[in-house]
């Protein structure tokens, strides 16, 4: 998510500093940027000397406090509330006082991370989809506190990265992952439960329901240890049953079976031919 959102901000003309604690990350960040502006161009969307103004607007750095004189900071770290309060709070003696703090987090409470900081009127949710440069939506998200102020900047800001804005409330997994999850939990649980296979019930909803991509595999794209962290975060949320992890994913999660990224999830990627997952004979 980081890279990508790096990409429409610079796409959009804004100077870019691309943070990460791992240098190899960054490199394969940056190629995934150049990839992404080479297909743009190569599809005639982008011209090749836009492509080499918005990657020469990307810098790259391991040290954290080069962000001292961003007006905007947009963190996308794991989805773990401790581990984006331990950032959040990090940023919070970096950088200005008037700097806005964003967590791209798809489901923890917004209120709950700003109270890791000093500025908790200048913490706010921007909740991109996955691909960013392909998906429309942000949903921005106001914790308790936030200011009406940061709220009318990051909203234009969200604008002239060509996207579009939604405001939604601070409850656990706002509206997108509350709405999404719970399908993608029960397409796991159909596969679990042997109703049908991983493709079978793939193709059911994009047959039968129109969706451009069966849940199975719209949760290997979204990786199966967000998924699981998300659920997690629902389930504890709301105290609802309903949102209880299948089993099945939480063993997935456990092999390091974690979609796309890994190479293995309720299909495999990488291997020639694409095999799909069965719970009682592996992938086939």
């Known amino acids: 998510m980081g890279h990508g959102i790096a990409q429409v ?41 836009d492509r080499q103004a918005a990657l020469a607007r ?24 401790e581990v984006k309060c331990e950032i959040l709070s990090a940023l919070d003696r970096i950088c200005a006082p008037e700097t806005i703090l964003a967590s791209n987090t798809s489901s923890i409470s ?21 691909p960013v440069p392909l998906m429309k939506l942000v949903e921005i ?12 900047r990051v909203e234009e800001v969200t604008r002239q990265l060509g996207k579009t804005p939604v405001e939604v409330h601070d ?14 939990n029960e397409a796991v ?18 047959l039968g329901m129109n969706h451009p991509m069966g849940p199975l595999a719209l949760a290997d794209l979204i990786g199966l240890d967000v998924c699981l962290d998300i659920l997690r975060v629902l389930c504890d949320g709301f105290v609802d049953p309903k949102y209880r992890p299948c089993p099945l994913l939480v063993k997935m999660v456990d092999a390091g079976n974690l979609g796309r990224k890994s190479g293995r999830g309720f299909y495999t990627y990488g291997e020639g031919d694409a095999r799909a997952f069965h719970p009682s004979r592996g992938y086939r």
């Open 110 to 130: 917004i209120t709950r991370l700003a109270a890791a900081t000093s500025r908790p009127g200048k913490v706010i949710g921007m909740h991109f989809m996955n």
């Open 171 to 184: 409850a656990p997994g706002f509206v997108s992952n509350r709405v999404l999850m719970p399908m993608i």
């Open 9 to 49: 901000a610079a796409q959009a003309g804004f100077e870019v500093t691309l943070v990460d604690a791992v240098s190899e990350a960054l490199v394969a960040g940056v190629g995934r940027i150049e990839k992404s502006l080479g297909k743009l161009v190569d599809k005639g969307r982008l011209a090749e000397e």
């Open 141 to 152: 998200i106001r914790g308790l506190a936030t200011e009406e102020d940061a709220f009318s």
């Open 58 to 81: 990307v810098k790259t750095t391991t040290d954290v406090g080069e962000l001292s004189d961003a007006a905007l900071v947009v963190e996308a770290v794991v989805e773990k509330l």
């Open 189 to 206: 649980f159909c596969l679990y439960e042997g109703v049908g296979t991983a493709p079978a019930i793939d193709e059911v909803m994009k």
